[in-house]
């Protein structure tokens, strides 16, 4: 089934050969896997311990049915619905700094989905020392100001930071528009690398 028939066949098989990894897959982590499977990416290595809860259904990309089981599992099967031949390495285990390079090694970019400080910076680190290029996100709680999520590119260097870096979730709830917004902008960032344009 070819979903991106508007695509060169050499952009095709360039996204097609892609293997992606994602560092969590609750509000960025399933809305960005989501976006990169509907653009063509052939592989995402997905990897988040947590259950689906009724209170992510806000906002990530899983459904009532689904609540009480894996999220790699359950985001597993929503993006084979979208794509049925999509490959798929899928962690049930919590990312940490010993385990991150072996995880995400065989990947070309790495999304940062992650929801505490900490871990962000932890993955963020452990990445940029094994040379990958990382999508972070920081800053994207609440609503509105939609004009305020941007990305930039922290010293000119392979991270590239999606959001207003300044919200946080413990002043505002993180909310369906502007965390979709965020997710959106990491996959359109992913994809613009891939295709070799600056995002």
């Not at 360039?14 to 969590?24: C, K, N, S």
């Not at 982590?29 to 806000?58: E, P, Q, T, Y």
């Not at 004009?147 to 505002?172: M, P, T």
Request: hydrophobic letters at 45%.
């Amino acid at each position: 089934m070819e979903i991106n028939s508007s695509l060169s066949p050499e952009e095709r098989e360039t996204l097609g050969r892609a293997v992606i990894g994602i560092a969590g897959a609750g509000g960025l982590g399933s809305n960005c896997a989501m976006h990169l499977v509907r653009c063509g990416v052939g592989k995402l290595v997905i990897a988040d311990f947590d259950r689906v809860s009724g209170g992510n259904l806000n906002r990530q990309f899983f459904f009532a049915d689904q609540v009480g089981r894996p999220k790699v599992e359950a985001l597993g099967e929503n993006l084979r619905r979208i794509v049925p031949g999509v490959e798929l390495s899928l962690h049930d285990l919590a990312v940490d700094g010993g385990n991150a390079a072996d995880l995400f090694g065989h990947c070309g970019i790495v999304v940062e989905a992650f929801d505490s400080g900490a871990a962000k910076q932890m993955l963020i680190r452990a990445m940029l020392a094994a040379g990958k290029t990382v999508v972070a996100a920081s800053g994207l709680a609440g609503w509105g100001r939609s004009n305020e999520l941007k990305l930039r590119r922290i010293g000119g260097g392979k991270l590239y930071l999606v959001g207003d870096a300044e919200s946080d979730v413990a002043h505002s709830p993180p909310f369906s528009p502007r965390v979709g917004i965020a997710a959106a902008m990491q996959a359109n960032t992913v994809i613009a690398l891939l295709l070799g344009v600056e995002p």
